[in-house]
């Protein structure tokens, strides 16, 4: 078994085997840029550890070769006291994963090589550099200790962290470049006693046994308990292993005419083409980016050596064009010698990724096909959010995490209860936890935003305000919250109850006071109030471009979720073709209840029958609205479906209303019937009681007047010169016999309304029930069409109250990784999504041309909308705001 490549024999394709890293290493070896030497150690390796406990037969040897070729190609052997050859010993998976261990520089340093290091860096220069060339050497053996000892002996990091900070402070200085050779000297020294306190050891002195132990260190990191759970959580298989890349050192660190830097193609921010980067000379490793010194752009080492900014420049540009897209490097120049350290096809923000794509697209190197799939739904999302408008002089007071996206302003509450009681007075809140926890979910429901000082992007507070759509930054640790005070502390400011403070859901960034907030130019567009042809906003018109392309790729439609005109028309404008799904009990609320009322309450038929009279009219003017604004477009109305004591007062408080009312001596026999009716239709499980087709079934005439309601709207539309296409869907169904006995009564009610008018009326039904998924074929004889309702079939096929699971325990499931997502957020293809494979193929089965659609919240999720289209759906219908979000996903699940 080959277990060990060297960089000349890899390539970018073979990421699988040989790790991001290594196989992009590789791959710019072979272009011919300047890598250092080096080799990869393959996932197989790992994964053969993993498995045995012990490195594979064959793997000492395969290293020990590759390493003499290295020694023999360098010059130099591993460790030689005299003249050393150090390397790195880096990680590299398929996937860059949180919680796998790093990297450790300058291996192969010792009590003795330090020495030679030394002289190697000295040799042939003047005197004064042969005392940087001594700092130089001891430096790096600290930096080696304190990165073994880390990451390889799990020594806690801040030890050694305080032991250099004592050692800066007893010099009087914040910066690591004054502590001078004997200061570090005695550095290594401290380090050495931490090592040896830590592990029960001394610092291995052995060259090859820090190898050794690197390497392995590696491959065990690889298990880590934060790469696991993240790993279950991304559904990244857990046995692909990691690569290990030994790489010969070269060194930033040598002078000033040495350094260390990041480049990108590209703004990884905005996507303008350009120079972008941090350099910072006389600096190794991760320097840079620990922002321990400051660095300076990357366009100022044009100043500083020309020659190797020139020579980056065009490696910059070969790389790009050469993995067309935009490429994040890692470089290092020792003493005016450039070299290439790292490149990857580069992160980038939500608006660079569309801008990049346009870009690449006008240069030709990636056609209109590509150009999709390097966007995706998630991204536009994103740029659809209000944002603040920050041009003027806001500074965050603090920065935790974007745990979920948008701009909220409003007045700091740190109780749930007092979140309810300031939102009922229509003011707007921010609700400031140290953590929440499932008794602030009034409170949660009731802010603009969520803001905690602890906690990451799985908190309770980031779970359930994703799930709820609502704005939070998670874990702003620089907070002090302070809930008995109602108040915090942050950066020298006090903030208390009242006070007003700017949360941005995408950034994770804090501001005191009111930034203003504007709507997004991407909503703009969408909206049609902003040109894609007329501006020269690169952002808008790359949206345009690319949604463009989407449209014409697509096969799935996209409708959308809508109850009243307004609604309607905005979708429409986003890009519905139709409704998916109206639903009508709001129609029954308002100035309405007092009917509905009657009608639960009615003692006779002829009292029913004249409340149902009573709310025709205004259901009829409803639908009307409704189809103008969908004119010619399908939309489908779903009769009512929740239970009809939703629409009756609470109980607890009608009992205490009428027990006042009898101690006054009042009359309170109408309340009393009340009551008793309340009485009489408490359900212990009202999603699972009286309710969609059971109440058509069970309350005479109430399905018969929505569906009067709805062919007469029609007829009316197309009596004055519109066009209605209505669907009636019956909820809830679980038998076919259910919807037979519904469907009698309304074609009869339908035949009689529409006449000869021309008006067509189709009945379908909602799958949202596991019995009428595991049954379609039955009842597809009955339907016209199906929409799966993604929200009820999830509840009723995991058995998970939806209103009640997200806030009581989907955090733990998520920090087990039992699922990455939430099943409410995302469909769950194996389970929920095979009740849908199984409905749409016994349903098309049944009746060939069987329309079918899904009009769950899942419908403007982007991974459920590819899953949608694989089981050959034809539409999704989502909330208006996601519609654009799944035209775009619609038309990447076709390329
Ligand atoms: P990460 O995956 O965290 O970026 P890397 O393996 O890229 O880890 O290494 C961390 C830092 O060390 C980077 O700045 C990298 O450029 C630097 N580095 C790694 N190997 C070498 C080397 N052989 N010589 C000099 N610097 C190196
Ligand atoms: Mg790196
Ligand atoms: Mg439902």
Redesign the pocket.
């Known amino acids: 078994n080959k277990y060990v490549y060297d960089f000349a024999e890899g390539n970018k394709d073979l990421k699988d085997l040989l790790g991001g890293?290594g196989a992009n290493l590789a791959e710019m070896t072979n272009l011919g840029l300047p890598v250092?030497p080096?080799f990869t150690i393959t996932t197989e390796a790992c994964k053969a550890y993993l498995a045995t406990g012990r490195e594979p037969d064959g793997l000492a040897e395969q290293i020990e070769a590759h390493l003499e070729s290295l020694e023999r190609g360098m010059g130099r052997k591993l460790g030689d006291p005299d003249d050393p050859l150090l390397?790195?010993v880096?990680?590299?998976a398929k996937f860059?994963m949180p919680g796998m261990m790093?990297?450790v520089?300058n291996v192969g340093l010792n009590d003795r090589s330090v020495v030679g290091l030394s002289r190697q860096a000295g040799g042939g220069t003047d005197s004064a550099a042969s005392g940087g060339a001594d700092r130089f050497a001891w430096d790096s053996y600290r930096r080696l200790i304190q990165m073994f000892g880390k990451t390889v002996c799990e020594v806690p990091g801040e030890e050694f962290e305080h032991a250099i900070d004592e050692a800066k402070r007893a010099k009087g200085t914040h910066n690591d470049l004054d502590l001078d050779a004997d200061d570090l000297r005695g550095l290594v020294d401290a380090y050495k006693k931490i090592f040896a306190k830590h592990t029960g050891r001394e610092f291995p002195q052995e060259p090859r046994e820090q190898l050794d132990l690197a390497i392995r260190a590696v491959f065990e990191s690889w298990n880590a308990e934060r790469a696991v759970v993240y790993r279950r959580q991304e559904r990244i298989p857990a046995d692909l292993g990691t690569a290990v890349?030994v790489?010969?050192?070269?060194?930033?660190n040598l002078g000033p005419d040495s350094g260390?830097g990041v480049a990108f193609t590209r703004d990884p921010a905005s996507g303008a083409q350009g120079i972008y980067g941090d350099y910072l000379a006389n600096a190794?490793?991760?320097d840079?980016v620990a922002g321990i010194r400051n660095t300076v752009p990357l366009q100022e080492l044009e100043r500083i050596d020309k020659t190797s900014y020139d020579e980056l420049l065009g490696y910059m540009a070969r790389l790009e064009e050469h993995y067309k897209d935009l490429c994040d490097i890692?470089f290092?120049i020792e003493r005016g010698k450039l070299?290439m350290?790292?490149t990857r096809v580069g992160k980038r923000t939500a608006a660079a990724a569309f801008v990049i794509a346009g870009q690449l697209v006008d240069e030709g190197l990636i056609d209109l096909d590509e150009a999709l799939h390097r966007v995706n739904g998630a991204q536009l999302a994103q740029l659809m959010f209000p944002r603040f408008q920050l041009d003027h002089d806001f500074e965050p007071v603090a920065r935790g995490i974007g745990a979920s996206p948008g701009a909220a302003v409003g007045k700091v509450v740190f109780s749930s209860g007092r979140a309810v009681e300031l939102a009922a007075e229509g003011e707007p809140v921010i609700l400031v936890r140290r953590e929440t926890n499932p008794d602030d979910l009034n409170g949660m429901i009731a802010a603009k935003g969520i803001l905690t000082s602890r906690g990451g992007k799985t908190s309770h507070a980031a779970v359930v305000a994703r799930g709820m759509g609502k704005t939070c930054v998670s874990g702003a640790d620089e907070l002090d919250v302070n809930v008995p005070a109602k108040k915090f502390t942050v950066g020298g400011h006090t903030v208390g109850e009242g006070d007003i403070v700017s949360i941005d859901g995408t950034t994770g960034k804090v501001y005191l006071g009111e930034v203003p907030v504007m709507p997004s130019e991407v909503v703009q567009y969408f909206e049609g109030t902003l040109d894609p042809e007329q501006t020269d906003h690169p952002l808008v018109r790359a949206v345009h471009r690319i949604m463009s392309h989407a449209d014409a790729m697509r096969r799935l439609r996209v409708r959308t979720n809508a109850d009243t005109g307004a609604d309607a028309a905005r979708a429409r404008r986003f890009g519905a073709e139709g409704i998916g799904l109206c639903r009508t009990e709001h129609m029954f609320l308002g100035d309405r209840r007092e009917l509905v009322e009657r009608l639960i309450l009615a003692a006779t038929d002829a009292e029913r029958e004249d409340s149902l009279a009573a709310l025709l009219p205004l259901q009829r003017a409803d639908f009307i609205e409704i189809f103008r604004a969908m004119d010619g477009l399908p939309v489908t109305v779903r009769l009512i479906d929740p239970p009809l004591h939703e629409f009756l007062p609470p109980l607890e408080q009608l009992a205490v209303d009428v027990a006042v009312a009898q101690e006054r001596g009042e009359d309170v026999a109408k309340e009393e019937a009340l009551l008793a009716a309340v009485r009489r239709m408490h359900e212990e499980n009202p999603m699972l009681g009286l309710r969609g087709v059971r109440l058509g079934l069970v309350i005479p005439g109430l399905f018969a007047m929505q569906v009067r309601a709805i062919a007469e709207a029609a007829v009316e539309v197309v009596r004055t010169g519109g066009s209605a296409c209505p669907e009636i869907m019956v909820p809830l169904v679980g038998a076919v016999q259910e919807l037979e006995t519904v469907r009698a009564e309304a074609e009869k009610i339908i035949a009689e309304v529409v006449g000869d008018s021309g008006v067509e009326v189709l009945i379908g039904t909602m799958i949202e029930v596991p019995r009428a998924a595991l049954t379609a074929g039955q009842i597809a004889e009955a339907a016209q069409f199906f929409s799966f309702g993604t929200n009820d079939l999830t509840q009723m096929a995991w058995g998970f109250s939806r209103d009640d699971v997200e806030g009581a325990f989907f955090w733990r499931y998520l920090e087990l990784g039992i699922f990455g997502i939430s099943p409410f957020e995302s469909i769950d293809r194996e389970g929920v999504g095979r009740l849908v494979r199984i409905a749409a193929e016994e349903g098309r089965a049944a009746r060939p041309g069987l329309k079918l659609g899904v009009c769950g919240e899942h419908g403007g999720d982007p991974d459920s909308v590819h899953f949608f289209h694989e089981v050959g759906l034809d539409y999704v219908s989502c909330s208006p705001f996601r519609v654009p979000v799944a035209r775009l996903e619609a038309g990447r699940a076709t390329v």
């Open positions: 890293k250092p080096g390397v790195s880096r990680s590299g860059s790093e990297t520089l890349n790489v010969a050192m070269v060194f930033g260390t190794q490793g991760e840079v890692e290092t070299w350290l790292q």
